[in-house]
């Protein structure tokens, strides 16, 4: 793939509500491909900080009673229409994933949490880039659920991790216009300018 076909296709990349995701998912043999572009990631001291949690359709109604309680931890006086706001959030896309992250609990605690989060997000967005190449829509999405303690215990959390977004794949129902307001380059870098001599008086 030459460089201008790389670069459109990333930036054609979008994110998709779950609400307009669909079946078909990607397959088994799709989510194992997906995960092994994730295990591609850099990983400065192969620590692996992170792994994913797949809520399959069966399963779906543990993850809505997580979130509904989420919310009533919260919110004890939460009507029962905003429980069931919250609960529904677990159906919408066809392939959800949990993106888990380690943020220390091992043997080498000189690689930093930062350092281990940049392997978490580019583990993240090889998982999308590859749903994207195999027809899906992706979204990300997060909430005050995901640090809570009903879904820490859904997903079985050690104390050093963290459930930071969920992963949603599907195909899109409906086509949305191109992102336009992208950053420009000169938006985002700056230049380490060279050190001053002084000059003798």
């Known amino acids: 793939m030459k460089l201008q076909e790389l670069s ?3 930036q054609a ?3 998709v509500s779950p609400r307009r995701l669909a079946a078909p998912g990607p397959g088994r043999d799709e989510l194992e491909q997906l995960l092994t572009l994730a295990a591609a990631a850099p990983d400065h001291g192969q620590l692996a900080p992170w792994r994913f949690v797949l809520v399959p359709m069966s399963a779906r109604d543990r993850l809505a009673d997580a979130f509904g309680l989420a919310l009533l931890g919260r ?4 009507s029962e229409e905003e429980v069931g706001r919250a609960r529904e959030k677990a159906w ?3 392939t959800l994933l949990i993106a888990i992250l380690r943020t220390g609990g091992d043997a080498d605690p000189r690689i930093p949490a930062l350092e281990r989060a940049v392997s978490f997000g580019a583990a993240i967005q090889n998982v999308l880039l590859g749903a994207q190449a195999m027809g899906y829509g992706t979204g990300l999405t ?5 640090p809570s ?8 959390l050690a ?3 963290h459930a930071v977004c969920c992963i949603n794949i599907g195909t899109a129902v409906a086509a949305r216009a191109a992102r336009t307001n992208r950053r420009q380059p000169s938006d985002i870098l700056s230049e380490l300018a060279p050190r001053r ?3 003798a008086a």
């Open 8 to 10: 459109s296709f990333i």
């Open 13 to 15: 990349r979008s994110n």
């Open 75 to 78: 919110d004890p006086q939460a």
């Open 92 to 94: 919408r896309a066809p």
């Open 142 to 146: 997060s909430g005050k659920a995901m």
């Open 149 to 156: 303690a009903p879904l820490r215990e859904l997903c079985s």
């Open 159 to 161: 104390p050093e991790e």
């Open 197 to 199: 001599v002084l000059q």
